[in-house]
Nanobody
Framework: QVQFVESGGGVVQAGGSLKLSCAAPRSSTNTIAWYRQAPGKQRELVARISFPGVTKLYAVFVKGRFTISRDNAKNTAYLQMNNLEPDDTAVYYC?????????WGQGTLVTVSS
């Protein structure tokens, strides 16, 4: 495995919740980040978490609704998303904060209906 593998997306109504998972291609002390790309828009950073998991930073649009975490024993990162809004509809990806262009996975689609 050389790419991240994302899962957990789906269709949810506005105000609902989803928890995304991301399996990293290898163990690392690198900062992991979640990104998203909405239709017709550029990919944007959603949240990031340093190793081993103390420092977390979020995009302004998250507004306290999302929580990023990581399980280093499993080489896995998570994104708990609550109070989802239609504008959160996008394909969600993870990668290192210092992006490895070869490591992009297929992402997981999140669709939020109003």
């Amino acid at each position: 495995q050389v790419q991240f593998v994302e899962s957990g997306g789906g269709v949810v109504q506005a105000g609902g919740s989803l928890k995304l998972s991301c399996a990293a291609p290898r163990s690392s002390t690198n900062t992991i980040a979640w990104y998203r790309q909405a239709p017709g828009k550029q990919r944007e950073l959603v949240a990031r978490i340093s190793f081993p998991g103390v420092t977390k930073l979020y995009a302004v649009f998250v507004k306290g609704r999302f929580t990023i975490s990581r399980d280093n024993a499993k080489n896995t990162a998570y994104l708990q998303m609550n109070n989802l809004e239609p504008d959160d509809t996008a394909v969600y990806y993870c990668n290192w904060l210092q992006v490895d262009s070869d490591a992009w996975g297929q992402g997981t689609l999140v669709t939020v209906s109003s």
